[in-house]
C-alpha cells in the first residue's frame, strides 16, 4: 500500500504562482510514475503532468510553459510548481502514484482556486 499525503493548494489571483507538494509513504519501493490531475465539479479526472522514476516529465498541452513538475526520490516527494495561473486552473488537485504493476494510489485532493 501507498499513502499520499498532498499541501499547498489553496486560493490566489489570476497570474500567481503555488506550489502543490505530495509526499509517499509505505511501499515506495514500488512507485514507478508519480503526477498531478485535476477534476472539476461533474467533470473527468485529466492528468496535469506526471514524472518518471528517473525523471522524465509529461504535462498537459493546457500547463506547458506555466508548470514544472519536479520529484525528490529522497523525500518521497513530487510537487508541481503552478506559474501564471489562470482562472480556468480552477479544480481539485489529485496526486497519483502508480506502481510497476500499473496499480494507481490517489491522495485526497487539494483545491486550487484562481480568481480573475
Known amino acids: 500500500q501507498v499513502q499520499l499525503v498532498e499541501s499547498g493548494g489553496g486560493l490566489v489571483q489570476a497570474g500567481g504562482s503555488l506550489r502543490l507538494s505530495c509526499a509517499a509513504s509505505?511501499?515506495?519501493?514500488?512507485?514507478?510514475?508519480m503526477g498531478w490531475y485535476r477534476q472539476g465539479p461533474g467533470k473527468r479526472r485529466d492528468l496535469v503532468a506526471d514524472?518518471?522514476?528517473?525523471?522524465?516529465?509529461k504535462y498537459a498541452d493546457s500547463v506547458k510553459g506555466r508548470f514544472t513538475i519536479s520529484r525528490d526520490n529522497a523525500k518521497n516527494t513530487v510537487y508541481l510548481q503552478m506559474n501564471s495561473l489562470k482562472p480556468e486552473d480552477t479544480d481539485v488537485y489529485y496526486c497519483?502514484?502508480?506502481?510497476?504493476?500499473?496499480?494507481?494510489?490517489w491522495g485526497q485532493g487539494t483545491q486550487v482556486t484562481v480568481s480573475s
Open positions: 497519483n502514484a502508480m506502481t510497476w504493476r500499473s496499480t494507481s494510489f
Open positions: 509505505g511501499s515506495i519501493s514500488l512507485l514507478r510514475n
Open positions: 514524472i518518471t522514476s528517473g525523471g522524465t516529465p
